[in-house]
Every structure is written in structure tokens, then in C-alpha cells.
């Protein structure tokens, strides 16, 4: 059974991530043509400074495509990409929605754009699949230290890696490659393609449509929310937050606090820093946590302390 019909009004979600030039646009080509054969309704979010020419007669009329251009997902495209996510939840309502992020763009960053606090009963937690330029990646030292640390982040928040241009490959690469993605703490599954020819490779679509359901115990990045019943004690939260592990990555949502019970907050955190604007809106008081391997019992529990004191 897919996830789908586990979660009926949910839509899956897999995020294309990858280098400027690895070969995303062309599994996403290949991941549409797959979805729609297996009777999958599709929608795509393009996020590319170039343009993409969706054959609409090889494609039909049914594939939604939805462009976020000059700009990237991950920071000021942020707002835009809930907006489209409720846009084709009320409007498509597609069983899988494909995002192909820029080449520039953090995958923890589009995972946190697509798990707003509004959108956590529509967006299922996304799939992460990263495509590479073996090559490419193989000589990333090359590159400045940013930019080697965003190419090796990217794999490492796969859930699956594309391995692309493999024809370019040596045996040797191959295996450096193979030892360097399978010894990470959170080892993606491997494919090795050419022109990201998955045919006859066991992944897709259902398997990307059901790979949170299967990865959710012990692969990569997760998500939980919890809905707060009223004000909270700030001096509380703060200490809930000092608390933390480094493997929780974010925090987003509303809140409202003992001090000041009718102002509603936007709480933001990341990388230890938390961050409060007010909010002119009444919006229900739930917060989305991103991480690593979720103690989700234990954040609940301290969560229900922070709510119930
Ligand atoms: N030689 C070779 N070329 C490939 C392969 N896969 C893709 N390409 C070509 O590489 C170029 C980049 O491929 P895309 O699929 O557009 O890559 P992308 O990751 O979407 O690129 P950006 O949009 O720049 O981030 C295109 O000209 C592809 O035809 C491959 O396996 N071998």
C-alpha cells in the first residue's frame, strides 16, 4: 500500500537536491514519466534561474508545473513554496509533488520550507534524493570550502543518491565513492546511472512515495509538530531550548507567552539562535521541530511539561 492511501489527505513530497549540473532536471523527467505510469497524479515545483520545457505531449496535461524562479527555495522563496504547496493541496491535490531545488540550495533549508505549521496535514515529511557528477564530486576540493561542504551536505541528508555520469567513473571511483556515502551516519541508498537512468532500478515511485513510512526509525532527517493549549512560560521555553541536541535542526511555529496572552509570536530557531516577531494573525499555537534521529517520546514529553507548568 502507498503512503498515500495510509494518509489519504496527504500529499508526498520529494525533493530533487544536488549540484549546479548533476542531473536533476533530467530524473525529474525520468521520476514524472514513472509517477504517471504507475496511475500517480503529479505536480512539480521548478526552482531554477534557467528555463525547463516540460513536453506537455510526452508529460500530458495532467502534470501540474509550478516555477519559483529568480530566487532560491531555501531563503527568499521561503513563503512562496507554502503558498504553492496549499495552492495544489486545494486545487490538485496530486499524490506526490516533485520539488526540484537549485543546485545552490541546503536540503535541510527546502525540507524546512515545506514543513510549515500550516501545512503539516497536507505535506507528508518530504524525500531527500541527491544527484551527483561522480566526477565532479570526487574533485570537490577543488571547489571553495563553502561550496564542498553544500555538495557533501547535500548527500549527506539523502535518503537515496543518484551517483550520475558513472560512465565517467573508474572502478576505483566507483568504490571511493561507494565508502565515502556508505560511511555516513545515515547511509543513502546508492545508484549508480547514466543520463539518471533509473529504468530497471528498483527505486521508483512507490518506493519514493513510501520511503519516509520505511526510513522514519532510523534514516536522516524527520519532523514531529505539537500543538501548545495556550500561553507558555518564556523562561521555560528558553530552557527547553538550551537543552536541546545538536541534532535538532529547526524549530518553526506559533506561539504565545504567560507575559503577553493575546500577542501571538512567530517562533523561529536554528542553529541554537531563537528568534521571536510578533504576529498579527490568530494562528493555532503548534511548532514543527526538524532533526535528526527525533527522540520524538522524550521532546514530547518535555514539550507537554513546557505546556501543562
Ligand atoms: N555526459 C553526461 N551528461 C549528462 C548526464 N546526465 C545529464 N547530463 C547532461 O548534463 C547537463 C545537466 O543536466 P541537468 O539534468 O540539467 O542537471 P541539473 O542538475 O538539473 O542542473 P542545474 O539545473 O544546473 O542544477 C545536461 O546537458 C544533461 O543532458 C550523464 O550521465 N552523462
Known amino acids: 500500500m ?8 496527504k500529499m508526498a513530497v520529494t525533493i530533487l537536491t ?24 503529479v ?16 508529460l500530458g496535461d495532467d ?16 513563503d512562496d513554496i507554502e503558498v504553492v504547496l ?43 534524493i541527491g544527484v551527483m557528477d561522480g566526477k565532479r564530486y570526487l574533485e570537490r576540493t577543488r571547489y571553495t570550502k563553502q561550496t564542498k561542504h553544500l555538495m557533501e551536505e ?16 573508474s572502478a576505483n571511483e566507483r568504490e571511493e565513492l561507494e565508502q565515502s556515502l556508505l560511511s555516513f551516519k545515515h547511509p543513502p541508498k546508492l545508484h549508480f546511472t547514466n543520463y539518471s537512468n533509473i529504468d530497471g532500478i528498483e527505486i521508483p515511485v512507490n518506493e519514493v512515495l513510501s520511503i519516509e513510512g520505511k526510513h522514519s526509525h532510523h534514516h536522516g532527517i524527520q519532523s514531529m ?32 507567552f504567560d507575559e503577553e496572552p493575546e500577542q501571538t509570536y512567530l517562533f523561529q530557531y536554528a542553529f541554537g539562535v531563537p528568534q521571536y516577531e510578533p504576529e498579527i494573525m490568530n494562528m493555532p499555537l503548534t511548532i514543527v521541530i526538524i532533526g535528526e534521529e527525533l527522540d520524538k517520546a522524550h521532546l514530547r514529553n518535555k514539550l507537554d511539561m513546557l505546556n501543562f507548568s
Not at 520539488?99 to 524525500?127: F, Y
Not at 547535500?154 to 543518484?162: E, F, K, T
Open 2 to 9: 502507498s503512503q498515500r492511501n495510509e494518509n489519504k489527505n
Open 18 to 41: 544536488g549540484f549546479l549540473g548533476s542531473g536533476k532536471t533530467t530524473l525529474l523527467q525520468r521520476l514524472i514519466l514513472k509517477a504517471k505510469d504507475s496511475g500517480q497524479k
Open 43 to 58: 505536480a512539480i515545483i521548478m526552482n531554477e534561474f534557467g528555463s525547463f520545457d516540460v513536453d506537455s505531449k510526452l
Open 63 to 78: 502534470v501540474s508545473t509550478q516555477s519559483l524562479l529568480n530566487g532560491c527555495i531555501c531563503c527568499s522563496l521561503k
Open 86 to 128: 496549499h495552492n495544489l493541496y486545494h486545487k490538485e491535490n496530486p499524490d506526490l509533488v516533485l520539488i526540484e531545488a537549485t543546485g545552490i540550495a541546503h536540503p535541510v533549508e527546502v525540507v524546512d520550507a515545506c514543513q510549515n505549521p500550516t501545512l503539516i496535514d497536507k505535506v507528508e515529511m518530504p524525500s531527500i
Open 154 to 169: 547535500q548527500m549527506l541528508y539523502s535518503h537515496i543518491v543518484v551517483i550520475n555520469k558513472s560512465d565517467a567513473l
Open 225 to 256: 509538530n505539537y500543538t501548545f493549549s495556550g500561553p507558555i512560560d518564556m523562561q521555560l521555553l528558553i530552557q527547553f531550548l538550551r537543552q536541546l541536541p545538536d541534532s535538532i535542526l529547526r524549530i518553526k511555529g506559533f506561539l504565545k
